[in-house]
């Protein structure tokens, strides 16, 4: 079975953390987003991939390649402008001709068990199937109506309070058909989500309604990103590599730590790592590869990316710090994301 995950959008909310990679490639507990993604994928037993990219391709080419190092059959299809949801679909149509094929919005993580997913899709011999999770205010998302047995009736985009009639919404998560993609109109920009459901419905095609997802998260903002580590931590978001609960203090790959130093679990620790004397680091802190934390520094709810360098007594508490920052000195930074040259506020309570 293949997949096909759309990531061409220029994660315009996430700035300035998407100023020089595309959000697919933001880290997630210092592996790239779309990664953690594939590595779910192939415990489902799905290993070729179809990537629709537009925003700075040359870094998820560069970084994937053709996926044979990944265990993975990869082919890029280039968008010279967006054409939305549904036209990057379309633009892709030459690699689906027989079997059902999954589509991916490239921002989402959840606990979507892909498998039972397709078992559903053929049972309700569906021409599509959509996930849906439940949030308690729908305003903000696309809402869908399902009937008694499942299928959809209606789609809703951002209702008002007053016209929550569902509090599910699309998970950006799909299985299509093959022949669904002669009803996608081709050569321009097209919303899957306003315009291609919808007029399915009105030719009469089976849309399921999935609804095995508990955990769900768009990381579409530096608050949702910031949650996203956070639930980690907490096991609300599981990772392959990390259980909290066992081992609240993950890595020390050829670290070198003082013994002066103080490690408050849960901490997740990338390769060669260097922490100073008097340092406290965590809980809830992700130090990234060769990362430098000085003397008499505090690391609490942040999140550092690689070759990050924090001089001694920097106190960085709720806060990010992109690739290859240096952040001192003797100074106290909350709430903040660090970014090359850039520097924003975060909006977290």
């Given at each position: 079975m293949?997949?096909?995950?759309?990531v061409?959008?220029?994660?315009?909310?996430?700035?300035?953390?998407?100023?020089?990679?595309?959000k697919?490639?933001v880290p997630?507990m210092?592996?790239?987003?779309?990664?953690?993604?594939?590595d779910r994928l192939?415990?489902?037993?799905?290993?070729?991939?179809v990537?629709?990219?537009c925003?700075?391709?040359e870094?998820i080419?560069?970084?994937?390649?053709?996926?044979?190092?990944?265990?993975l059959?990869?082919?890029?299809?280039?968008?010279?402008?967006?054409?939305g949801?549904?036209?990057?679909?379309?633009?892709?149509e030459r690699?689906f001709?027989k079997?059902?094929?999954?589509i991916?919005n490239?921002?989402?993580?959840s606990?979507?068990n892909?498998?039972?997913?397709?078992?559903?899709h053929?049972r309700?011999?569906?021409d599509?199937?959509?996930?849906?999770?439940?949030?308690d205010?729908?305003?903000a998302?696309?809402?869908?109506?399902?009937?008694?047995h499942?299928y959809?009736?209606?789609?809703?985009?951002?209702?008002?309070?007053?016209?929550?009639?569902?509090?599910?919404?699309?998970?950006?998560?799909?299985?299509?058909?093959?022949q669904?993609l002669?009803?996608?109109?081709?050569?321009?920009?097209?919303?899957?989500?306003r315009?291609?459901?919808?007029?399915?419905?009105?030719?009469?095609?089976?849309?399921?309604v999935?609804?095995g997802?508990n955990?769900?998260?768009?990381l579409?903002t530096?608050?949702?990103y910031?949650?996203?580590?956070m639930?980690?931590?907490?096991?609300?978001?599981?990772?392959?590599e990390a259980?909290f609960?066992k081992?609240p203090i993950y890595?020390?790959?050829?670290?070198?730590?003082?013994?002066?130093?103080?490690?408050r679990?849960p901490v997740?620790?990338?390769?060669?790592?260097?922490?100073e004397a008097?340092?406290?680091?965590?809980?809830?802190a992700?130090i990234?590869?060769?990362?430098?934390?000085?003397k008499?520094?505090r690391?609490?709810?942040?999140?550092?990316?690689?070759?990050?360098?924090?001089?001694?007594?920097?106190e960085i508490?709720?806060s990010?710090?992109?690739?290859?920052?240096?952040?001192?000195?003797?100074?106290?930074y909350?709430?903040?994301?660090?970014?090359?040259?850039?520097s924003k506020?975060?909006?977290?309570?």
């Amino acid at each position: 079975m293949k997949a096909l995950f759309l990531v061409g959008g220029k994660g315009t909310r996430l700035r300035p953390l998407t100023e020089k990679l595309p959000k697919p490639m933001v880290p997630v507990m210092g592996v790239p987003l779309l990664q953690r993604n594939f590595d779910r994928l192939k415990t489902f037993g799905i290993q070729e991939i179809v990537l629709s990219t537009c925003y700075k391709p040359e870094c998820i080419e560069q970084y994937f390649g053709s996926g044979a190092n990944y265990g993975l059959q990869i082919h890029y299809v280039s968008e010279d402008l967006p054409l939305g949801t549904g036209g990057a679909i379309k633009n892709a149509e030459r690699y689906f001709d027989k079997e059902p094929f999954f589509i991916f919005n490239a921002d989402i993580i959840s606990d979507i068990n892909f498998g039972e997913m397709l078992r559903f899709h053929k049972r309700k011999n569906a021409d599509v199937t959509i996930a849906v999770t439940r949030v308690d205010n729908p305003s903000a998302y696309g809402v869908i109506e399902y009937d008694d047995h499942d299928y959809a009736i209606t789609f809703r985009e951002k209702p008002k309070p007053h016209e929550v009639v569902s509090h599910y919404i699309n998970a950006g998560v799909y299985i299509f058909n093959p022949q669904i993609l002669k009803h996608i109109p081709a050569g321009r920009p097209v919303s899957v989500e306003r315009e291609v459901f919808p007029k399915l419905l009105e030719k009469g095609k089976r849309i399921a309604v999935y609804k095995g997802c508990n955990y769900w998260l768009d990381l579409g903002t530096p608050e949702k990103y910031m949650q996203a580590h956070m639930d980690a931590f907490q096991g609300l978001y599981r990772i392959d590599e990390a259980d909290f609960e066992k081992e609240p203090i993950y890595g020390r790959f050829n670290a070198k730590i003082s013994g002066k130093a103080i490690l408050r679990g849960p901490v997740y620790l990338g390769k060669d790592v260097r922490i100073e004397a008097g340092a406290i680091v965590g809980p809830n802190a992700v130090i990234g590869d060769r990362c430098c934390i000085g003397k008499k520094c505090r690391i609490e709810n942040s999140i550092l990316w690689n070759d990050v360098t924090v001089e001694n007594g920097v106190e960085i508490i709720d806060s990010i710090v992109a690739d290859e920052c240096r952040v001192g000195l003797s100074t106290s930074y909350e709430k903040v994301i660090f970014a090359g040259d850039a520097s924003k506020r975060l909006a977290i309570s």
